[in-house]
C-alpha cells in the first residue's frame, strides 16, 4: 500500500485523471475501491482513505471495485471469473479451499478455472491463495500476539509446520524471525 499524500489527496479531490493507473484508492465506509478521477461523488475525510499500488492489494482488504469509473478495467468473461474468485478467495481464505471446490462453487471445470486464472494472473489459483493466507499472516504477526499455530489456523493453513514451511518459502524467514524483526 501507499501513504495519503497531499499530492495524493489533491488528486482524489480534483478528480485528476493524470493519476488513473498510478494509484487506487478505497474508502472504508463502503469498501468501494476507485481510480481517481471517479465521477461518483465521494464524501469522505483523508482518515477513510486507503490507497493501493494493485488491484490485488484491494482485494486482499476487502473492497470492491467501484461499478461507475471501473479501477480494474472493463472485465472479459475470463477475466470476471478470476475476479469473482479472488473476491471469494478474499472473503473464504480461512477455510479449506481446493481446486475442485472453487471450482464447483463458480460452475466451471478445474481446467477452465486453473487456465482463466493463469491466463489473466500467471500464477494458478492456489498461488493465489497462499499469497493471500501469507498477506494476514504477516498482518497479524505484527499486529496481534498471537502464538503461530493459531494464525496459521486462522488464516486456513491449520498444520504448523506446513504453515512454517510456506511462510519461510514466501517470506523468506520463519514466522518467529519476522515478528521480531517488528
Known sequence: MYSLTKKRWQAIHD????????????IGADHRVCCPSCPKEQDCVP??????KTNDEALFEGFIPCPECHPFGELTEKAELVY??????????????TLESMAEEFNVSTGV????????????????????????????????????????????IP????????????????????????
Not at 482518515?47 to 493501493?52: G, L, N, W
Request: net charge positive; charged share 25%.
Open 15 to 26: 478528480k485528476d485523471a493524470s493519476f488513473d493507473g498510478k494509484f487506487i484508492y478505497g
Open 84 to 97: 469473482k474468485v479472488k473476491v471469494y478467495l478474499a472473503h473464504n481464505y480461512q477455510k479449506r479451499l
Open 47 to 52: 482518515e477513510e482513505v486507503e490507497i493501493f
Open 113 to 156: 478455472l486453473h487456465r482463466a486464472f493463469m491466463t489473466k494472473t500467471d500464477e494458478s489459483p492456489q498461488a493465489y491463495l497462499v499469497r493471500l493466507r501469507m498477506f494476514h499472516a504477516k498482518r497479524r504477526l505484527k499486529e496481534t500476539n498471537e502464538g503461530v499455530a493459531i494464525i496459521g489456523l486462522k488464516v486456513g
Open 159 to 182: 498444520n504448523l509446520s506446513y504453515f512454517n514451511t510456506v511462510f519461510k518459502q514466501q517470506v523468506g524467514m520463519t514466522a518467529v524471525q519476522y515478528r521480531k524483526q517488528g
